[in-house]
């Protein structure tokens, strides 16, 4: 009878370990992914400044190319 609810006792702890092992993981692996994210995110917007910059600049070197062609 004793032995019966120490093994009870060691089952049911051992549930509540491994639900809280299993909420840690998941926990962990959703952070992992939001960083993840989160460090896409950040280098598509230094992608897109660049493309803006490089966008500006053939602009101005068109716009002088056009100046200098029609400097008299």
Do not use: H, P
Not at 35 to 57: F, P
Request: proline share 0%; aromatic share 6%; hydrophobic share 40%.
């Amino acid at each position: 009878m004793m032995n019966e609810q120490i093994i009870q006792n060691l089952a049911t702890d051992a549930l509540i370990t491994g639900g809280i092992m299993g909420v840690c993981f998941t926990v962990a692996i959703g952070i992992l992914i939001s960083l993840s994210w989160s460090s896409r995110q950040r280098q598509s917007d230094r992608m897109y400044k660049l493309e803006d910059e490089v966008r500006k600049l053939r602009t101005s070197i068109n716009i002088l190319e056009i100046d200098k062609k029609y400097e008299v």
